[in-house]
């Protein structure tokens, strides 16, 4: 029940999504007695429209998700196991047209497979199922094989767990397969900005985690500069906003340790 309400709420919530409503409802209004009330919706619906383009509050946040958890400079010298987490390929256009279409987040995939070079007897972890709804029937960890292939792992030294369809499910339904103890030490890579929410949820499941962030978007102290582009800023604060949404849903589930996830000392 909670990854199908997640995911009709966040439809509802999509800026961009919203946007669209709104200047639906102002059109439908124009052709009724409430023009009046038409121009009140479109002409709020344009300033919001500016405002994300204008100012970047999507790229302020996003800054901030990205940054909560630091790069790792020094690797520890012992770990138990390597986790990444799904979200680089799309399983439905591999399956299509018999070749792995990959992702903005293949840094995932290929610090995965440089680690694994460096800890050659860890335990190797891919989780990834699908968070589509209504496509339950095909899962990405079952089309990545070749990928990794090309990135010169193994698959058989790998433990796929293809049945997650959200964060908090790669956390727990790996925690099944793999039973850690808390004297065991995990890397969990998954991009920069989705880290919080990661490292809240593989926490909260009882994993001794270390957080090991790719993927990033943005430089380290971009400063402020005004935008141009209404797709970037609506691209920012979507994916902000959802992460946002994520953390305090998770966290009042009980599903995240803390509202937003910090590191330990």
């Known amino acids: ?7 009709i709420l966040w439809f509802l919530a999509d800026p961009g999504n919203l946007l669209l409503i709104a200047l ?5 209004l124009l052709w009724t007695k ?3 009330a038409a121009k009140i919706v479109l002409t709020t619906t344009a300033a919001v429209a500016v405002v994300v383009t204008v100012i970047p509050i999507g790229t302020l946040l996003f800054g901030n998700l990205e940054n909560r958890f630091p790069q790792v400079k020094k690797l520890p010298e012992n770990i138990t196991g390597i986790i990444v987490l799904g979200g680089v390929v799309d399983q439905f256009i591999t399956d299509d047209r018999k070749q792995v279409a990959v992702n903005g987040a293949v840094e995932r995939l290929t610090e995965f497979a440089r680690l694994s070079f460096l800890y050659p007897n860890a335990k190797l972890v891919f989780t990834g199922g699908s968070g589509v709804l209504g496509k339950q029937g095909l899962k990405e960890a ?3 094989k070749p ?4 990135l010169g792992l193994n698959p058989n030294r790998i433990i796929f767990e293809n049945q997650s369809r959200n964060t908090v499910e790669n956390a727990t339904l790996t925690k099944k397969i ?15 900005f989705h880290m ?6 593989f926490r909260q499941a009882g994993w001794n985690a270390i957080a090991y962030p790719v993927d990033y978007h943005m430089k380290n102290n971009p400063g402020f500069s005004l935008g141009l582009s209404l797709r970037s800023g609506l691209s920012r604060l979507s994916a902000s906003l959802h992460e946002w949404m994520g953390l305090t849903f998770y966290w009042l589930s009980g599903r995240t340790n803390e509202l937003y996830p910090k590191p330990r000392n």
Do not use: E, H, N
Not at 1 to 7: D, G, I, P, T
Not at 24 to 28: A, L
Not at 178 to 192: E, F, N, V
């Open 34 to 36: 409430w023009a009046k």
């Open 178 to 192: 793999i039973k850690p103890r808390l004297d065991q030490r995990w890397l969990i890579i998954t991009s920069a």
């Open 1 to 7: 029940m909670f990854f199908y309400l997640s995911k």
């Open 24 to 28: 639906c409802v102002g059109t439908g």
């Open 196 to 201: 919080p929410r990661a490292m809240g949820s």
């Open 142 to 144: 079952d089309v990545i």
């Open 147 to 150: 990928l990794l292939v090309t």
